[in-house]
């Protein structure tokens, strides 16, 4: 029996393209016990608009090619958002029965393989494998739909702008259908700022559709009046075709000890990028001394660097963020926490919010993920 292999499929994400073999998904679902003892059919659905392709349903046939009768022993497919249909168990020679496969489109940036196995009693080939696979293009997005400013000072000191947007309006486009379209009326709640920049990423690909980012900004304006606590905030956006996007926007004001600045963007990287360093200040606002009892990285790809055991109105950190150790599926934003709890007396937690863009990101097999 020799190795089942296929031809290497792309997936696209974030402007690169990440090869990963179809057999590597096919084994890993149904184990390496197929060989060349089975049959074949694909249906390639194309590029489908989350917003107006619900699903995708096709009928293939399963015949029986044999002299004998042909028992069907079992099915079973690679996604629960998949769903199929198939009628008949037993077949005579010559006879078919269709095999209907549906399944709902991913309201994402995604290239999909949902796969079905059909197992019969045909000792030369038990196997019968259907396939449906599609690329999904999502609705208009912020990326990340959902962003933490971490703990601000009611009334910071002045720190340098990040060099990266803090979110994207991602949009996505047929090029046969429309046209490269314009957002308007960007409306914000009353608690920050925000700014779409005027210059756009486009980028289009081979297969038809186009992906068009502008960048975002936020800006919480400083007051002393603020009353200390948690906020969120909405960001929301029109686009042409009675389409809109939303994120959220969260916070919490403090009266003493904050990260400086309040989170890190990273940026976009990629998995064999070197660490990339950022250095942030733990320091209260009256002066006084205190003491960091702990610090927690949250994530194997981040480390924190300068940690001191004595007390002191400021601690100057390096954090450190390591796209290698990155391990299995991720997605094209990751996201997490550097956590910092102190001794002022009293026990206080301090979170600093992290960001980072991932250029490659993994092919979705269509298998849950985790």
């Excluded at 399963?62 to 002299?67: F, H, S, V």
């Excluded at 497919?77 to 095999?99: E, M, R, Y």
Aim: proline share 7%; hydrophobic share 35%.
């Amino acid at each position: 029996m020799h190795k089942f292999t296929r031809g290497m499929r792309s997936y696209l994400l974030f402007g690169a393209i990440a090869t990963v073999s179809a057999v590597t998904t096919l084994l890993a679902f149904f184990g390496d016990t197929i060989g060349d003892r089975y049959f074949d059919q694909q249906y390639d659905a194309g590029v489908l608009m989350a917003a107006t392709t619900p699903f995708v349903e096709h009928t293939f046939d399963l015949k029986n090619t044999t002299r004998s009768k042909l028992h069907i022993i079992s099915e079973s497919h690679s996604c629960t958002c998949a769903a199929v249909s198939l009628q008949k168990t037993i077949l005579n020679p010559g006879q078919f029965v269709p095999l209907t496969m549906r399944t709902t489109i991913a309201n994402d940036f995604a290239e999909r393989e949902i796969v079905c196995r059909v197992v019969t009693d045909d000792p030369a080939h038990p196997s019968h494998i259907f396939r449906i696979n599609y690329i999904s293009l999502p609705e208009p997005r912020f990326v990340p739909h959902s962003i933490d400013l971490g703990n601000l000072r009611k009334k910071a000191p002045a720190t340098a702008s990040q060099p990266f947007p803090e979110m994207w309006l991602e949009i996505f486009t047929l090029i046969s259908e429309d046209p490269t379209p314009t957002p308007s009326n960007l409306k914000c709640s009353v608690d920050f700022f925000a700014e779409l920049g005027s210059q756009p990423e486009v980028r289009t690909f081979p297969q038809g559709f186009r992906r068009i980012r502008y960048p975002v900004s936020l800006r919480i304006p400083d007051s002393e009046s603020r009353v200390a606590g948690s906020y969120t905030g909405s960001l929301a956006v029109d686009l042409p075709g009675n389409r809109s996007a939303r994120a959220t926007v969260s916070w919490d004001f403090i009266d003493a000890i904050s990260f400086l600045p309040s989170r890190l963007n990273f940026g976009l990287v990629d998995r064999d990028d070197e660490p990339r360093e950022r250095s942030v200040a733990l320091s209260s606002s009256d002066g006084k001394p205190f003491r960091i009892v702990s610090l927690d990285a949250g994530d194997q790809c981040m480390s924190i660097e300068g940690i001191a055991s004595e007390s002191a109105s400021a601690h100057n950190l390096t954090i450190v963020f390591n796209p290698a150790m990155r391990d299995g599926p991720h997605r094209s934003v990751e996201f997490g926490y550097v956590r910092a709890r102190i001794k002022t007396p009293e026990i206080v937690d301090i979170r600093l919010p992290w960001t980072a863009f991932f250029s490659h990101s993994n092919r979705d097999s269509g298998t849950d993920r985790k």
